[in-house]
Each structure stands twice: as C-alpha cells, then as structure tokens.
C-alpha cells in the first residue's frame, strides 16, 4: 500500500518525521485531509491541530501556531511557526518520551 513520507518542523526544532497513512490539518481555506497519491497542495497553516496516523503505531496530533503545508508525490512538509507533539496520551508524557 502507498504511504505519505511525513515530516514536521517548527521554526527553532524538528517535531516529526515518518510514513503515514493519513495527515489530517487545518488550512486557512478550511480543513484537509491527505491520503497517498494526493495532488499538488500549497497551503497556509491555520493555528490549531494536526492529526497523523502513522503506518507503525499510535495516532499522533501535533497542535501549531500556523506555518505552510506542503503536499508533492506523496511527500507531506510542514513548517511551523511553533509546534508541540502528542501521542495518544499527555504532553507530559511525550515530554518524558523525548518527543517535543
């Protein structure tokens, strides 16, 4: 099966980075869902929260304050402005996971 190759950055750190089935994110025109062999997207990022399913593992959502999303050949690129990540559980414990 088709993935999207993921990876997420803010301005002063790495967030994520991996294959995902689905990447779900709020744009200024609205709300976006991408699957593998999505068109084209240019986007601007709207504050709020992006929801990743990655292939391997648990869900992941990652809240930011706004930044670009950009979607080629099922390649997924967000820039933030800032960006925290959670799994399914606390920021806490992705904190103490090593995961910003």
């Known amino acids: 099966m088709a993935e999207l190759e993921v990876e997420i ?3 002063d750190h790495f967030v994520w980075s991996g294959a995902a089935s689905l990447v779900k994110a709020k744009t200024s025109d609205g709300e976006i869902g991408i699957l593998p062999g999505h068109a084209p997207v240019l986007a601007i990022l709207a504050a709020g929260e992006l929801e990743i399913v990655p292939v391997d593992g648990e869900r992941l959502h990652v809240t930011v304050d706004g930044g670009f999303f950009s979607v080629d050949s099922n390649r997924v ?3 933030a402005d800032n960006a925290k990540l959670t799994t399914g559980g606390s920021s ?3 904190s103490s996971a090593g995961i910003r």
């Open 92 to 94: 806490a414990e992705a």
């Open 77 to 79: 690129v967000i820039v």
């Open 9 to 11: 950055v803010a301005a």
